[in-house]
Every structure is written in C-alpha cells, then in structure tokens.
C-alpha cells in the first residue's frame, strides 16, 4: 500500500466531508460539494489538510497554528478543535478561516457534529475539553 507524507506533526484526527442534500432554499455558496474521494487531516503540527489520497495530493491547507485535536465537518465549514482552546472554522472552498469560537480554556479534544440542519454552527456541536494537571515541584 502507498501512502502519502502530508504533515510534519503527528496526524490527530481524519474526518470525511460530506455535503448535504441540496434543496431549494439551499444558498448558491453550500450546493458545491467537497472534492469526491478526499479526506480532512489535523496534526499537532497546526495544520489540517484537504488531502486527495488517490491522487497524493493536497488540495487546501487550512493554517490553525496552534495543535489540531480534533476536526468536524458542517458542509461547508471545517471546523478545527485546537490547543489553545479555540475552535477555528475554515471554509473548504477557499481555506480561508470564517469563525473563530473562544469558549474554552484547556485543549479541545473532541468535535462531535449534531445533525441538525436548524441550529446555529455556533451550537451545533459537541465539545470534549480535557484540563490540564497542576505539576508539583
């Protein structure tokens, strides 16, 4: 099996975008699909990655600069659990960063998405925080 060499970090999370059905209410902006066959890749180097592994390559990099914990997809927002707390948001069409939410104090862990075409991507997920331990000397 061939693989492909895309991080200099260790790779923390895969996730697979999938775009939604498409309805009438739709925006023209969220009915273009993800590229078919890809994969998004997080590592604790501060990148994630919009990785084609059929063809080896990387088509959107996505820079968080901080480590990458965790990753969700909500069509068309990749949204990046980070070291520093904060969960960053990029839009997989252009990788430029659309939200950043500032609402935790130790490293995010976990993304679990909630499908629920309704709520705001402010609330529509889940988060698992982990704290850090107070060292003695």
């Known amino acids: 099996m061939d693989s492909i060499r895309v991080h200099h970090g260790r790779v923390t999370d895969i996730c697979v975008p999938v775009a939604p059905p498409v309805t009438d209410t739709t925006p023209p902006a969220e009915q273009e699909p993800p590229r078919a ?3 998004i890749t997080a590592s604790d180097d501060g990148f994630c990655r ?3 592994p059929t063809a080896k390559s990387v088509h959107a990099v996505f820079v968080c600069a901080h480590s990458v914990h965790s990753l969700c ?3 068309p927002t990749v949204l990046a659990g980070c070291g520093d707390g ?3 948001g990029y ?3 252009t990788a430029q960063q659309s939200v950043q939410l500032r609402h935790h104090k130790d490293s995010v862990l976990s993304l ?3 499908s629920e075409p309704t709520r705001l991507l ?3 997920y889940a988060v698992f925080c982990l704290k850090k331990k ?3 000397n």
């Open 73 to 75: 997809y909500r069509h």
């Open 91 to 93: 839009n997989i069409h």
């Open 134 to 136: 107070k060292q003695n």
């Open 86 to 88: 904060n969960i960053r």
């Open 122 to 124: 402010s609330i529509s």
């Open 50 to 52: 919009l990785v084609d």
């Open 112 to 114: 679990i998405h909630i």
């Open 37 to 39: 066959g890809c994969v």
